[in-house]
């Protein structure tokens, strides 16, 4: 395939395992090493001894160093369960952070209440337990009416890691045409963190927007998000833009200051706001190729016969491309993992079964297994279709402040802008009908090619139907 040529397939690309590194405190881990296949149990029957064993003992077993996993619990980054048997937790042992007693109150009353916020009708089923859903903050919503079915600490402001990069996108993506051409000056490069993810630009060689969308998306590269930076005027006016975005969209738990989602002090989002960005994101057609696409072709270096070589590339989404320890999950079409030193793993997902669309939000399971976020994202989106039709609301997820309450803190009975007539006209020009998703007749295996269609406060915010591929449930 030529440069930047897409391979749409949904099958599980990633059958090598990555012995653990040690990261230094910054560095992105976005393609999660979390232990090494020696020393970690593949068997689904083994026992679970996590119970009696404690989280720095599961980490040591799972081929962290030993001054690794010292570090960890120090910085409070493993769990530590009670001992089974014993009376009190060991007092030397660091305590995991608690969410604030108060926080946003934004899309509902009740996501501003710290623990797991459901209301169950009868017959609904119950949320898996918390030894499952061990992820500090999460919330499973309705990609298109925005109703949040259930949340946990949704707007406790933590740190995002490489899923910050979905705001970068909706904030700078609609900027510059994706056949433009930019050749990488070393200027562009400059100022990522030591131990950045890339996707392996290089300086003085030219390369599409579209090549370098396909490098933020699949391989989390900040040289791809730098260089992007630098056409945009630079990483500082990158981060003001992007910031006056976050604002617009209503995410007020979000503090931007790397493009990237590089650890850096004072950088923080919400699962509430990660999930309005992606939801934001997901109207732009270019945002759902990408976010979408499981591996393709990257332009190289130059060979001695001055042409271009190319090589593959494959998404680090585990639900979206899979891995040696997980299947891509039915239904899934993006939108953007993360992991950091002080994130731990951050993921955002949309799925669809049926006609419901479902978008999940997980950030920092603190059970450090391998693919944690995504086995915890998955069993949301699981319950979440399940359940959809079974519970009552707990919130929603707001508009831009331009089509929502002038503050976004509004609630489930709080007052809105009636869009009636002019979200029907963008529909009646569109084609679609309110509330659907458009087919698009695609070939089974084929990613979406999808079309926008404009958001409706009050009503609905439609997107186009997932492709029915292998990924599907049948």
Known sequence: MGSGSIRRSAGALFRGVLSASRAEPGTFTDVPTTFSASTASTDPTAPNTSATTGS???????????????????????????????????????????????????????????????????????????????????????????????????????????TLKMLFADTVLPKFPKNQKHTVKPADLEGMGAGSSLVGIRENLSYSVHDLWLGVFLRSGNDAVHTLSAMNGGTAATVTQMQKRAKELNAHDTHVVTPDGYDAPGQVSSAYDLSLFARSGLQNPDFREYCSTASAQFPGDKGKDGKRASFGIQNTNRLLSGDYDIKPYPGIAGV?????????????????????????????????????????????????????????PVGRLVGPRSEDDGTGAVGAKGKHKDAKGSTQAALNSSGAKSGAWTALGLTSGALAVLALVAFAVHRRWPLPELVRSRRSPK
Do not use: C
């Open 336 to 392: 953007k993992n993360g992991s950091t030193t002080n994130a731990g793993s951050t993921f955002t997902g949309v799925a669809q079964r049926g006609d419901r669309k479902l978008l999940v939000t997980v950030m920092n399971p603190e059970k450090k297994e391998h693919n944690e976020a995504y086995r915890e994202a998955a069993q949301l989106l699981d319950w979440g279709f399940a359940a959809a039709d079974k519970v009552e």
């Open 56 to 162: 720095a003992g599961r980490a040591a077993r799972h081929g962290f160093p030993l001054r690794t996993v010292a570090a960890l619990a120090s910085s409070g980054l493993l769990a530590t369960p009670l001992l089974a048997g014993t009376a009190h937790a060991d007092p030397k042992e660091p305590k995991a952070p608690r969410p604030p007693a108060k926080m946003s109150q934004i899309g509902g009353d009740r996501l501003g209440t710290p623990g797991v916020q459901v209301a169950l009708k009868p017959g609904s089923p119950k949320l898996p337990g918390p030894d499952l859903l061990t992820a500090r903050s999460w919330i499973v919503s309705d990609a298109e009416s925005g109703k949040v079915l259930a949340a946990k600490n949704p707007h406790w402001r933590l740190a995002p890691a490489s």
